[in-house]
């Protein structure tokens, strides 16, 4: 029995990423409410029948921009070596992705604009950090409830990138993790 990778035909890469540039911008320009299929086929120089081919509308299409986001940071998390906890290259490595991508994740994350980007990266996270919570041992350093220290990680992480970005990345991504791994009390990479 083979397994086979299922690879995305290129044009259809490209096209999703032009109708993307293309809300990210109007995004810039106008309230979501605002933005139609028409403007954002215009302004990706495409037409509105290509876009139908990719996205029922534009809820269909911000939902699946977050499955996206929500997949690649997905992959970066579970690239990170295999260590107990939530460790500083982690974060790096989200940071430099949210870094590269910046023009997309200022809008949809630092602006309060569609909260469904912040929520699904919130749980995300949330996950992550339970998953690592559940890795340590039972004997730890802290008395604090699971559940409270999963929201106060998870809430200081978005919450640290949301104004990193709303202030232009005034921080390398590797100054600004290590920041965070001082204030989470993260172990440093090796």
Not at 63 to 70: H, P, T
């Amino acid at each position: 029995m083979s397994t086979k990778v299922q690879r995305t035909d290129p044009r259809v890469v490209r096209t999703r990423l032009l109708i993307r540039e293309a809300f990210i911008e109007l995004l810039q320009e106008l309230e979501v409410e605002k933005i139609t299929v028409n403007r954002i086929a215009e302004r990706a120089t495409i037409n509105r029948v290509t876009f139908y081919l990719h996205y029922r509308d534009i809820p269909d299409m911000i939902d699946k921009l977050a499955d996206e986001m929500i997949h690649e940071i997905h992959e970066i998390l579970h690239e990170a070596p295999n260590l107990k906890g939530f460790n500083m290259q982690i974060i790096i490595n989200i940071l430099e992705h949210i870094a590269v991508n910046s023009k997309f994740y200022k809008i949809l994350l630092a602006s309060k604009r569609i909260p469904v980007f912040t929520e699904r990266l919130m749980k995300l996270i949330s996950d992550y950090i339970t998953s690592r919570i559940d890795k340590l041992e039972t004997s730890s350093t802290l008395n604090v409830q699971k559940d409270i220290a999963i929201w106060y990680g998870s809430s200081a992480i978005i919450g640290t990138i949301v104004f990193w970005l709303r202030n232009d990345l005034p921080y390398t991504p590797v100054f600004l993790a290590a920041q965070l791994a001082e204030l989470l009390h993260l172990p440093k990479p090796e």
